[in-house]
């Protein structure tokens, strides 16, 4: 998501699909390197770390498309802030869930189980998002639902781990307050993707919508209709012409001469 976001903004697709993987991966490194020190009430930490993701994660595109409106000039910094925090919190998750399991899985069978489950999960949301989850949802609304399988999961791990978490009704607040906000802003996701393009284009927005292959707004102002994909200009009422003449021109110069 942030990704694609960062493709919308900056352009140039493929850099910006490479270097914000690439921070992200790094990042997970960072978290599994970190996980080494936490060695009390690891489902505990599991939990927080899951409402962090949660929260974080979630709200991720939102937080980018209001950047991108009224703070420009931070963007790029908050972009790649926000994916090493959460690649970091991600790093940390996956080797405590192995070391909570391994109470009860032998330690070949673990590592084969959770790597599987990890990777065919990345291929089916990789399949999902361009297809599915993105034209049908938006982006805003796609990180919101992930940041809500998150706090499912974190719910999950509260109730599995009931008799191992101590404060449990400071953790259950954390998590209700923690899905209330993710659903705020599910409510709240079209007024505040509008309220982010209003703020960027300079006229007002008559259409805007997701395909599976780009973000297309259509603004109309004083200049007439103007076509934007991906943030960047298409075409202008007022001068279209002069792109699309000289295609057809040629042609029909030809005709006539056959």
Known sequence: AAAALASYVLGDSVLQFSTVIGTYLFA??????????????????????????????????????????????????????????VGTLV?????????????????????SQVLTFDYLGALAVSIAF????????????????????????????????RHEIRARAAHAASAVLVLAALLVAWALADRITTAAEDRFFEDKVVLAETSPWQRIV????????????????????????????????PVMSAYARG
């Open 28 to 85: 997970m490194g960072i978290g599994s390197w970190l996980s080494r020190h936490i060695e009390r009430q690891l489902p505990a930490q599991f939990l927080r770390i899951e409402l962090l993701i949660a929260l974080i994660g979630g709200l991720l595109p939102a937080l980018l498309f209001l950047a991108n409106a009224y703070l420009p000039g931070a963007f790029r910094g908050l972009l790649y802030g926000l994916v090493l925090l």
């Open 91 to 111: 790093g940390l998750e996956i080797p405590l869930v192995m070391r909570i399991l391994r109470r009860h899985v032998v330690l070949k069978d673990l590592v």
């Open 130 to 161: 361009p297809l599915w989850l993105v034209p049908q949802l938006g982006l805003a609304r796609t990180g919101l639902l992930f940041g809500l399988m998150n706090a499912a999961v974190a719910f999950w791990a509260l109730w599995l781990f």
């Open 218 to 249: 259509l603004t109309r102002g004083a200049q007439g209709h103007r076509l934007f994909l991906n943030g960047n200009l298409q075409f202008a009422e007022s001068d279209e012409y002069r792109y699309h003449e000289a295609l057809v021109h």
